[in-house]
């Protein structure tokens, strides 16, 4: 793949912004007006060919109903929030909601800004729960965005190569939030998302992955 393999495997877990940084992936490009909110090494691990089972993973999961009660709850008040101060669900997409602006921008999507390889590369995947829209998909990458009243987000998956002939997979999500209000909600939501739905996120995939491999 004409990349330098990391060391593997990387602990699950938060860990520096600068590892997904240094690495080649083609959404730099597209998000350069981006913050880049947090990158985390998931327990999901496997050959290059296994890239598509983890999108199948990451497409058909549903974290109301599969994560543990303090996520599930902290999901449902999201979304009960979002309904009485009309800032968009978490859960499931809102049909019939007209598209938003990226901030700062008259685009309504990221798909304007991909180059012409990339274009089509995600026809026939969909979100079944979460109101992601894919991007586009490479062989060791993955991005769909995500647009509600507080922020536009794009969600990022990579298939990092180890030094061992495996693969384990990074998740970054970068960020515009909408305005000082978009800014607020995001420090507001941070340390649940940290203590409360990522922990649930990174223990349900390693029930469906496996153990972590380093022991």
């Given amino acids: 793949m004409g990349r330098d393999p990391a060391p593997y495997a990387v602990k699950p877990g938060r860990i520096p912004n600068a590892i997904h940084e240094a690495g080649p992936w083609r959404i730099r490009a597209i998000v350069g007006d981006f913050e880049l909110e947090d990158v985390w090494a998931l327990p999901v691990w496997g050959t290059a060919d296994d890239f598509g089972q983890v999108l199948e993973a990451m497409t058909t999961s549903d974290p109301e109903h599969q994560l543990g009660f303090a996520a599930r709850m902290l999901w449902m008040a999201r979304d009960l929030l979002g309904r009485l101060f009309n800032l968009g669900r978490v859960s499931t997409a809102s049909a ?6 990226v901030p700062d921008s008259a685009e309504t999507s990221l798909v304007g800004r991909l180059p012409a390889d990339l274009l089509g590369t995600v026809e026939g995947l969909s979100f079944s729960s979460l109101p ?3 991007l586009f998909r490479t ?23 180890s030094d061992d002939q495996r693969f384990q997979a990074q998740m970054a999500v970068y960020v515009k939030p909408r305005g000082l209000f978009g800014r607020v909600y995001m420090g507001f939501i941070k340390p649940f998302r940290y203590l409360v739905v ?18």
């Fill in 132 to 134: 992601f829209s894919p």
């Fill in 96 to 101: 019939g909601d007209p598209p938003l602006a």
């Fill in 198 to 215: 990522y922990p649930a996120l990174l223990r349900q995939m390693e029930r469906r992955w496996g153990p972590h491999p380093a022991g």
């Fill in 139 to 161: 062989a060791d990458e993955f991005a769909a965005e995500l647009s509600n009243a507080t922020v536009h987000a794009v969600l990022h998956l990579a298939w990092v190569p």
